[in-house]
């Protein structure tokens, strides 16, 4: 009885395997190998960032375009993006490092909370009627849009402060949260290795007075740093300063003039270096 | 007893101040006027700081074919033009003038409150002047009427409706309109009559204001062609769109506008101000606005400048009682809670609502026990339950299959939810990121 039960099986198994050979035969799809092996050198992470459905469709298009002028996988990075230039034998564009940073400072003891929100929790949503439980129309919510966008884990809202937070480390710069943000606070900034960076962590552009009214650490638009810069790398519009990131040299002297310090750097030395990015610049 | 078909709810009236007299506020010594009180282009300001106005001079020019122009409600200066937050906090252009204590008006405005019956104006003459009045659909919406009494060539109109329902809670504003200004309401409509060219008017008011209804029946017998319709009490009954279906019992196709059916809604105090406009020649610069909320002390309807912060009522009704915990700015079921008593009356400000702490909050949300309560209220005919869980997921395509741009966002999903989920919470963004995406398709 057990001798014909595996006899069958077998049999049933040699059928099949040689139903499945011509099966596979008979509609074998061609198509460039180089393709999954392109895939298989991007994170997988199918982020979306690069602008494509997932990587496999940007792995097809960088085996299938002449030039790879345009197309960069911000979560792979440059070492990625060189190992499948060199593979594919193109020219890859060479990219900044870039880090997404959240223009915005306004935390719970800093900006006035004028009512209490009871709806949802989302930013979409909340902005769709009304500006804001505080002050200040231009800031965060908070009601972290930006962190339920990101799939790395790298912007998390600080419970204490209610800002959200990146994560320098993890953060890729693929772009969701600055998508997810309707108030488009959050912007993805030339960063180096250690991440240091300055930015203007505010988005506010009332009047000086109206802003400084409704939030402590609001760029008031006095363009102090904008006179101090040796570089010309910040323009003052509508009220709020904006340092650009390819001329800045990071001398940090438009940091120590900020009346409101509303400038922020991160991860300079001799302050302690902190792994997230809103180290407040206090001198 | 007429009434539209599907859904409704029925919330607790608390009409407390219903029956009270328009009292006018006293003027008050600023006014912050916004150049935009209407859905459609901004008012462009033509007056400067420094410039003297009298109550009633046009302060904002209509920028474009819907828009509305904007006039002074006081009389005195130009203090400042100036960005100031509006009841959704965003800044927008406000015109600030600083009364002068005298209240002049502008010598065109017959202030005598003799009854004017006839008029030798032709329709066009009667119409330039309407749309001059920057009049517009005051029930809540703020669609400007001009808009509305241009129909496209293609459609022939048939009726007017005129809406006195008054279906929120609280609000007794065009109750007590009705009750005081009955005679100048069916001359308004004879005007809009006129303009159209048809002779066919229908008004209708919800029969829990039977001293309204009889009072509008006899200054409308006097007019062959206006007739008044008691309807059962039901809300949203005051939606366009579902009026005429209680009215006429025609349903208006989706995405489209009563127009198409031949029929121009408009609300009672529209109506009004149109009388007032063609007849007194006095443009839209005041507006009946109730104040009430279960623990105010006097709630009752004034007649109010427009520009008057909304902070200046509460001193007429007694204060805002201690456990105020949520201020409304139009009905509790469509208004928007307030986070400022600075905010100014607009031409849409239909009544202030103070919510007591227990009336304020949201209950705890409980899991959605598959009830059906949302789907039987739902006025349009949709599935609240659904829309909210393919909201949440953001997906778009069976969003639209689910007809989620028909929702009119007015609470009924949400109120008869025993489990308090936020229904048209996430209907609203749902609807939001699908007409969104559909522009983007375009």
Redesign the interface.
């Known amino acids: 009885m057990l001798v014909n039960t595996i006899l069958l099986l077998c049999i049933i198994g040699v059928i099949a395997g040689f139903a499945l050979y011509f099966v596979a035969k008979k509609f074998k799809v061609n198509e460039n190998p180089l393709y999954g092996e392109v895939e298989a050198m991007l994170p997988g992470a199918n982020c979306g960032g690069c602008g494509f459905p997932g990587c496999r469709k940007f792995g097809e298009k960088l085996v299938d375009s002449p030039t790879l002028e345009g197309l960069y996988c911000s979560v792979g990075g440059a070492e990625t993006m060189d190992k499948i230039g060199t593979f594919l034998n193109k020219t890859i564009e060479k990219k900044d490092m870039q880090v997404a940073v959240v223009k915005c400072s306004g935390s719970c003891n800093k900006r006035q909370i004028?009512?209490n929100y009871?709806?949802?929790s989302?930013c979409?949503?909340s902005v769709?009627?009304?500006?804001?439980?505080t002050a200040c129309?231009f800031g965060c919510f908070g009601l972290g849009d930006c962190e339920k966008a990101c799939q790395f884990g790298g912007i998390k809202i600080n419970p204490e402060t209610k800002l959200p937070e990146v994560d320098p480390i993890k953060c890729t710069a693929c772009g969701q949260c600055a998508s997810a943000c309707p108030q488009h606070l959050i912007e993805l900034r030339k960063t180096n290795k250690k991440d240091m960076k300055i930015y203007v962590g505010c988005s506010n552009k009332?009047k000086g007075a109206v802003a400084r009214k409704a939030c402590s650490a609001a760029c008031i638009g006095c363009g102090k740093c904008a006179k101090t810069c040796p570089n010309e790398a910040i323009t003052v519009t509508d009220f709020l300063a904006y340092i650009d990131p390819n001329k800045c040299k990071l001398c940090r002297k438009c940091v120590e003039g900020c009346p409101t310090g509303a400038i922020i750097e991160t991860n300079f030395p001799p302050r302690i270096k902190k792994e997230d990015t809103t180290t407040e610049a206090n001198n | 007893m007429k009434t539209f078909k599907i859904g409704g709810i029925h919330p607790k009236e608390n009409k407390l101040s219903a029956g009270k007299k328009i009292e006018p506020t006293p003027i008050p010594e600023m006014v912050y006027i916004p150049m935009s009180q209407h859905i459609g282009a901004p008012a462009k300001p033509i007056v400067a700081v420094g410039d003297t106005v009298k109550a009633g001079t046009k302060i904002g020019e209509s920028s474009g074919f819907v828009s509305a122009n904007i006039f002074s409600s006081i009389s005195g200066t130009v203090e400042k033009i100036d960005n100031i937050a509006d009841a959704s906090g965003f800044k927008k252009q406000t015109v600030i003038i600083k009364s002068d204590g005298t209240d002049t008006w502008e010598e065109t405005i017959d202030r005598s409150t003799d009854l004017i019956k006839s008029t030798n104006l032709t329709p066009d003459e009667i119409k330039a002047k309407i749309i001059e009045a920057g009049i517009v659909g005051m029930g809540g919406a703020t669609f400007p009427l001009g808009v509305k009494l241009s129909p496209p060539k293609d459609v022939t109109i048939t009726h007017i409706l005129v809406n006195g329902v008054e279906c929120e809670p609280y609000l007794t504003a065009d109750h007590s309109l009705m009750l005081e200004k009955a005679e100048e309401i069916c001359v308004g409509v004879e005007l809009l009559k006129k303009v159209l060219g048809i002779n066919t008017a229908i008004i209708g008011i919800e029969n829990n204001k039977p001293d309204a209804i009889e009072k509008m029946q006899n200054a409308a017998s006097a007019y062959t062609g206006t007739q008044v319709v008691p309807l059962k009490v039901k809300y949203p009954q005051g939606s366009e769109k579902h009026l005429i279906q209680a009215l006429i019992g025609v349903e208006v196709p989706s995405r489209k506008l009563p127009a198409s059916v031949g029929v121009i809604v408009s609300n009672v105090a529209s109506v009004f101000a149109v009388y007032e406009a063609v007849m007194k020649n006095k443009p839209l610069f005041e507006r009946v606005v109730t104040v009430t909320g279960t623990s105010v002390k006097n709630p009752s309807n004034f007649l109010v400048r427009l520009g008057t912060r909304t902070g200046d009522l509460f001193p007429l009704v007694g204060g805002i009682p201690e456990d105020t915990d949520k201020i409304i700015s139009g009905g509790p079921m469509m208004g928007k809670s307030i986070s400022s008593v600075e905010i100014p009356i607009t031409k849409g400000s239909s009544g202030v609502v103070c919510m007591t702490e227990n009336e304020a909050h949201r209950k705890k949300e409980q899991n959605c026990i598959r009830c059906g309560r949302c789907v039987e209220a739902c006025p349009i005919g949709l599935e609240p339950y659904l829309l909210n869980t393919l909201a949440k997921k953001s997906m778009i395509p069976e969003l639209l299959e689910h007809n989620i741009t028909e929702c009119i966002a007015c609470g009924s999903c949400s109120f008869s939810c025993p489990a308090n989920k936020p229904l048209l919470d996430y209907i609203r963004l749902g609807k939001a990121k699908a007409i969104q995406a559909t522009m983007e398709k375009k």
């Open positions: 004028t009512s009871e709806g949802i989302s979409a949503f769709s009627f009304y500006a804001g439980n129309s009332d």
